[in-house]
DNA sequence: TAGATTGTTAATCGATTAACAATC
DNA sequence: TAGATTGTTAATCGATTAACAATC
């Protein structure tokens, strides 16, 4: 159970879109919930949430289904940090203040535990009720509140110098709304959210089936 | 020309990426460029360059690459609507108002031109210079401003409303920022950016990759 | 039992890559 | 020409799905 390794992170995402629909299944005072069911709710395939759970090593009564508390247990096992995730936003600009309180109001495991900004005016103040640090306090502040894994919200031209900075102070994923392709050691995570193009991906698709 | 078509959005985003570059690349004056150079800069195969070069029916010199210009022009022309593309912003909390400020700096066809929010204090004032509309002026607005695609940064618990209310006033696509699965007719693109499971997905990464 | 669902594998699908003759 | 790069296909890879015997 604790040497469950999941390899796609594809997977990951399914496994945490499940589990948010479960709770709120579980909130309406749904018990178990079949493949077919849940699939139609996340928008996959039965065959595909069985076989998910099935790398999880999850299973069901053949006649009830899924025990929904269990699933949601045994996905939480693998996705979340047993001492939860403590998480840093660098950049508190109006992207960084909006994602400190899109997450704030969110989670629970993972937590935004510090933020960080250059701008004089910002730093060590308060923020949205979180403290904000000047970036030469990353390695500090990182060692004392154990982050690992942090969210770059800086404006394009500085990010590659931003994230070797956290690099440095010890970040060893990344988050990145920048819209650069950050040059780090290999070890280091980094996924992109790059909002300017998944807003011309839509663009395009969207024109391409409105043309007929 | 006219009537190449790009069956994946993968290929679209890795254009929009290309384009990307390519601009930064002729600023500082360069001229052409290899796929293998190309490629590098973007983070793909020199293969994957030249496979996309071959779909958009764009080709090189074999002695001195890629013409940038050239290559930027074509990319425009299939990912970019010639009259421009004007898009809304729903939901002008702080999310919304960082997508803004992030979008009215960056893009030259892609334009935030209307924004809407059903805060009393918010709606038919003007936010980070963006008017900002009732919700149930949608459709009006739509039409006066020929909107067909709109990001949506709008609480989940009313998110699915919301989309209904966009579809019915003629969006088309729409690029979802609540973490919920929106049912809208077939023929509506969405396109969902879900913070809350990337983080998920990096935090996860992050740890299986620290562990050893 | 009867019947619906699960667990599981082989088949399918689509995207990526390796490889190399053609090109400039 | 010589040499590096391109255009292009077959091979590879990984993820998804169909299908069905096993299960409750």
Do not use: W
């Not at 508390?69 to 992207?95: C, T």
């Not at 960084?96 to 935004?112: D, E, V, Y």
């Not at 110098?161 to 010890?170: L, P, R, S, Y």
């Not at 920048?178 to 991906?201: C, F, T, W």
């Amino acid at each position: 159970m604790d040497n469950i390794k999941v390899a796609s992170a594809k997977t990951i995402a399914r496994l945490s879109i499940y589990r948010r629909l479960l709770r709120n299944a579980m909130r309406g005072g749904q018990a178990s919930v079949y493949s077919h069911e849940l699939a139609e709710m996340v928008g996959v395939t039965a065959a595909q949430v069985r076989r998910d759970m099935m790398e999880i090593g999850f299973s069901a009564d053949s006649r009830s289904g899924y025990n929904i508390r269990e699933m949601i247990g045994q996905i939480s096992r693998l996705l979340d940090s047993p001492e939860g995730e403590n998480v840093a936003i660098i950049g508190m600009g109006k992207l960084g203040c909006a994602l400190f309180g899109f997450f704030a109001g969110h989670s629970n495991r993972l937590k935004i535990v510090a933020a960080f900004d250059n701008d004089p005016g910002k730093a060590e103040c308060v923020i949205s009720g979180c403290r904000c640090h000047a970036m030469n306090r990353m390695k500090d502040v990182f060692a004392r509140k154990n982050i690992q894994v942090v969210m770059l919200a800086v404006p394009e031209d500085v990010a590659q110098d931003v994230a070797e900075t956290a690099v440095a102070a010890g970040a060893k994923g990344i988050l990145n709304f920048a819209p650069v392709l950050l040059r780090l050691p290999d070890n280091i995570i980094v996924q992109n959210i790059d909002m300017m193009v998944e807003l011309e991906k839509v663009s395009y698709v969207t024109r391409e089936n409105t043309r007929n």
